[in-house]
């Protein structure tokens, strides 16, 4: 967080002081014998809700990241949270986007209902109340954006996020990228056959953005618009502000160039991301709009090769899965507004 983001409120801090008496908090982890899940399974506790405060150790430690068990899930239960909100800490990680899963739990549902009438606000309002970049993030965004993206009369981003189990070559993915604009119209068509003339009275212009670890397909993209004109007359930049090939969240700075990137991406007016992209997710939740998703390639481009977001809200991609067995909420009101991802089967998000 230090470099990364301000601070919430005046005198307050995201970071815990120096004399917290957890000292192995970072230490924490899914094995961790203090997890909800494992004290419950050891006994160390009970979920009976006749149990006393005295008799539960000073914190517990719920673990909500990508890695999560199935048990772990019981944060989501109602009569879980009961037993939770009787510890005096509660120590919580998660490296993905949970709110829609809150919904399944009764005993938050009325104030939910009051903090976030429209459903497809939640993630835009809490980033934008909440969450601001240091002045130092803010700085690359506002240099890059005022000298390369300000004058342009459309913007659209394009992220692309290359995941370890995709065995497929750059020029597919490339070229999936070229059919998803091709279906959804995106990207400026080329004029094959040079016969557009040049318009001096239309001095349209628009600059594509691309995000990714690689420099290939900013390369290929930018061939492409140098090489043959658009049917359109349009003047065409593209940019792309890094490309460091691997993640290195070790290191600050490329930590606060990922951020940077994230906020520029929610400046554009057209977004098309990777499917999955947790970095996609929280570029078009901070836009507030709805962007195009980029199908994940298994052996060969798929039939669509992308899909066109319904909400704006970003995917919960480990939701509950059945594991409450006392109260829960209405399943139809429920389904009304938390239904599955328009870009992940598993996965769960809210719609207005």
């Known amino acids: 967080m230090v470099g990364l983001f301000c601070?919430?409120?005046?005198?307050?801090?995201?970071?815990?002081?120096?004399?917290f008496p957890i000292k192995n908090i970072m230490q924490l982890d899914v094995n961790s014998n203090v997890t909800y899940r494992n004290m419950l399974n050891n006994h160390v506790i009970s979920n009976d809700p006749n149990t006393k405060v005295e008799s539960l150790p000073s914190y517990v430690y719920i673990h909500l990241s990508h890695d999560i068990e199935h048990s772990d899930r019981l944060f989501y239960?109602?009569?879980?949270?009961?037993?939770?909100?009787?510890?005096?800490?509660?120590?919580?990680?998660?490296?993905l986007y949970f709110v829609p899963s809150l919904y399944s739990t009764p005993m938050f549902e009325e104030e939910?209902?009051?903090?976030?009438?429209?459903?497809?606000?939640i993630f835009y309002l809490l980033a934008h109340y909440l969450i601001h970049p240091t002045n130092s993030v803010w700085g690359l965004v506002t240099r890059y954006y005022n000298s390369y993206l300000s004058k342009a009369d459309e913007k659209i981003g394009i992220q692309i996020r290359i995941f370890h189990w995709v065995k497929v070559s750059s020029e597919v993915i490339f070229q999936q990228i070229l059919d998803c604009s091709n279906k959804e119209r995106v990207l400026p068509e080329l004029d094959l056959n040079g016969t557009t003339a040049f318009k001096t009275n239309e001095p349209k212009s628009k600059a594509i953005l691309v995000a990714s670890l690689y420099a290939?397909?900013?390369?290929?993209?930018k061939s492409m618009y140098y090489e043959h004109s658009v049917k359109t007359g349009e003047f065409v930049s593209v940019y792309q502000p890094s490309h460091e090939e691997r993640q290195k969240t070790e290191i600050q700075s490329h930590n606060q160039k990922a951020l940077a990137e994230i906020y520029l991406l929610s400046l554009c007016d057209v977004l098309m991301t990777t499917a999955y992209s947790t970095f996609g997710y929280i570029g078009y939740g901070l836009a507030g709009i709805k962007p195009i998703f980029l199908i994940t390639v298994h052996d060969k481009i798929p039939d669509p090769p992308c899909v066109r977001a319904v909400s704006r809200e970003p995917c919960n991609l480990t939701p509950l899965l059945n594991t409450c067995t006392g109260k829960t909420v209405d399943k139809e009101k429920f389904e009304q507004h938390v239904k599955q991802c328009e870009d992940v089967?598993?996965?769960?998000?809210?719609?207005?």
Request: with cysteine; glycine share 6%.
């Open 216 to 221: 290939d397909y900013y390369e290929r993209f």
């Open 7 to 19: 601070e919430p409120f005046p005198d307050s801090s995201w970071i815990l002081p120096p004399d």
């Open 112 to 121: 939910l209902g009051l903090f976030f009438p429209a459903k497809e606000s």
């Open 345 to 352: 089967d598993h996965g769960i998000k809210l719609f207005d």
């Open 77 to 95: 239960c109602n009569e879980d949270q009961y037993i939770i909100g009787k510890f005096n800490w509660l120590l919580l990680h998660s490296d």
